[in-house]
């Protein structure tokens, strides 16, 4: 018995790295085809040309280039290779302390979460690996994290504003998620008896509203020709206007809006409630095991501020994706209850069905399904085999 309870199987950490492998397989797979890449172009645009939204990252990526005299696409496989093992690091520091069955590993391991990003079906490549949102999910779950360990107050407090600072820059739509912030570190102070302090909040709440009218007034005000040209020389690159034409980065938001809604069709908003049934479920189980009703309600004020991205851009799986990772942690984040997932198994109806049943529903609901791009695409047909099989044809 002693030599089985030692050499017990862990599948949370197995599965974990499972999908470890596949993701830094994946990025080398770009680092191979780098410069075949659509989404490497608008990753490397910077402030050579003034402000423009998003340049953060390639701001750093080119200037470390140059500094150190490397690749472009080494600096960004590095970058990759270290935000992503951070951030699987996480995983398994963050989860670990629950008792798991079926249910974690429903929502765990839920198509829209690790395997969404292996997944991209407008690409050969797993493009989605490299988008901006994965610096921003990797940081949100390291405040999730930092504040289950610390009871700094000013540690925390300044870690996470300079940090939304950071990735609101790297990435725009981190407007988006300013308000699931303010909820995971209200959940700190009450966590920690700590009183509300007022200098704390009209500051946080006076450089996220900077932050936001920057980029609104600064959209289009930056000379695109020149970054580039700089990129073209400094890199021996051969980019055109023309390559960065698809993107949407110059353009304000009145006029995405207008555009989203002349194609927009009731039935897709239907259908993406309907994807959206893990981040309900999660959201339940919060709203059922706390206790302070005042984070509840602000964790639904943070989903419901989130929707306004579906309404400016068309890559609604992706909004989804991030979404449904920052309630999954800010909901974990207030169980204390390392059981929790025990609990709910004993549900009157969940008791009624065979623990094998449930457990195969389970692996087929989380590997035969994920979501494609943008709205209007035929969604449940890409599942974990077929990026298996996609990942094994890489090899020849």
Known sequence: MLFKENHKIDLFTCILFFFFVLYIFNIFIIHQNFDKLISVKILLLNYDGGFIRRGLLGEFITKISLFFDLSLKNVFFLLHII??????????????????????????????????TLGDVSSPYAEFLIQRESYLITFFLFFCYLIVQSNKRMTTYFIGLIGIIIMSFLYELTIFTYPFFFTAYYYFLKRNNFKINLFETVFAFFICILIIFLHIGQYGNNDLLLVIENLNNNFNLNYSENDF??????????????????????????????YAHPVFLIFYIIAKNYNDKNTVYLTCISIL???????????????????????????????KNKNIFLMIAKNDFLSK????????????????????HTYWQNHLSYGIFKILKKNLLYLY
């Open 305 to 335: 501020s989130f929707l306004l991205i579906f309404a400016i851009a068309i890559d609604w799986a992706r909004f989804l994706h991030i979404l449904y990772c920052f309630v999954l942690f800010l909901s974990l984040l207030q169980i």
């Open 83 to 116: 935000n992503y093992s951070i951030f699987f690091l996480l995983n398994y520091l963050f989860f670990k302390r629950f008792k798991k069955n079926y249910i974690f590993y429903f929502f765990v391991f839920s198509p829209i979460y690790l395997t969404f």
């Open 353 to 372: 069905f065979n623990k094998v049943t449930l457990n195969l529903l389970v692996f087929f609901y989380c590997t035969m399904w994920t979501l494609k």
């Open 245 to 274: 034409m698809y993107s949407w980065i110059n353009r304000g938001i009145t006029q995405q809006v207008n555009d989203i809604f002349v194609n927009v069709e009731f039935r897709y908003i239907l259908r993406y409630f309907f």
